[in-house]
């Protein structure tokens, strides 16, 4: 978007913001739609999510990345979990995406687990349906990863084969 809009450092501030507000808008509707908050928490939630240390800290980094898109795939996780549909998928195959695509493994992986776990408790919290209901529930959201992946596997594969190759996991 940077470089489609000009390419300068004002635009990618521009552009930065806009993803923020743009998360900050799933971030208000997975608290005020899925953990029932008020209006007042759900606005303190979203100050905490723009001012956090580590966000603000890394905030031209690689690793705040999958921080930045967590709430659009917690969003389209929840949404994808309540009643799933070909343009639920999609969104969901694109907010994995978007969280897949910066390839810091660490982030990531924690960003997935988070959103995992909150998708299972808010699922089970919300119906009364049975075992094999949640998970299979889990695992539409789980082949939108799978989707995800293998759309991005032409820049992954190779990324991760370099990894291996520099001994970059050593450090993990």
């Not at 900050?24 to 997975?30: A, G, I, K, Q, T």
């Not at 808010?122 to 293998?150: I, K, N, P």
């Amino acid at each position: 978007l940077t470089a489609l809009l000009g390419g300068s450092s004002q635009t990618y501030n521009f552009v930065y913001l806009g993803l923020l507000l743009f998360n900050l808008y799933f971030l208000f509707l997975v608290f005020l739609n899925y953990f029932n908050l008020s209006i007042l928490s759900a606005c303190a939630g979203g100050l905490v999510f723009l001012l956090a240390g580590f966000h603000t800290s890394n905030i031209t980094n690689i690793l705040v990345l999958p921080y930045t898109f967590f709430p659009f795939l917690l969003h389209s996780t929840l949404r994808l979990q309540e009643k799933g549909s070909v343009g639920r998928f999609l969104c969901c195959v694109l907010a994995h995406i978007f969280v897949l695509s910066p390839m810091f493994p660490p982030s990531t992986i924690f960003t997935f687990i988070f959103v995992y776990g909150c998708g299972v408790l808010v699922h089970w919290r919300q119906s009364s349906q049975s075992f094999f209901s949640a998970l299979y529930s889990f695992w539409r959201v789980g082949a939108s990863g799978l989707v995800a992946l293998f759309i991005l596997s032409p820049i992954i594969v190779p990324t991760v084969l370099s990894w291996f190759y520099l001994e970059t996991f050593a450090h993990y």
